[in-house]
Nanobody
Framework: QVQLVESGGGSVQAGESLRLSCAAS????????MAWFQQAPGKEREFVAA????????AYDDSVKGRFTISRDTTNNTVYLQMNRLKPEDTAVYYC???????????????????WGQGTQVTVSS
């Protein structure tokens, strides 16, 4: 079992930055890949970015390429999402997912509740 705790959300103006963190504990050593998803009101949860265990391979949704950067610190089992030049359309609850498969740039999440964090709200105003 893995526990995921996100932090770093908040309310900012368009053009500003935020850094999200997701700390994994429990059987975190077995996690091969991690990812961030976003869910806006009334919408499905959507992929944002993913990273493999070593941090050498990443993938991004086209809407965030060049603005967001995913990174990982394996010494403390934490994944980060640096979000720059935020836009109002980035407003959503951001969720961390762990233990999915990440192959050829495509991340498939583990859907069980244990592999999702509780979410952190990001609100961007214009």
């Amino acid at each position: 079992q893995v526990q995921l705790v996100e932090s770093g959300g908040g309310s900012v103006q368009a053009g500003e930055s935020l850094r999200l963190s997701c700390a994994a504990s429990g059987r975190a050593a077995n996690i091969a890949a991690m990812a961030w998803f976003q869910q806006a009101p009334g919408k499905e949860r959507e992929f944002v970015a993913a990273i493999n265990w070593s941090g050498t391979d990443t993938a991004y949704d086209d809407s965030v390429k060049g603005r967001f950067t995913i990174s990982r610190d394996t010494t403390n089992n934490t994944v980060y999402l640096q979000m720059n030049r935020l836009k109002p359309e980035d407003t959503a609850v951001y969720y961390c997912n762990a233990g999915g498969t990440f192959y050829e740039g495509v991340y498939h999440p583990r859907y069980q509740n244990d592999y999702w964090g509780q979410g952190t709200q990001v609100t961007v105003s214009s």
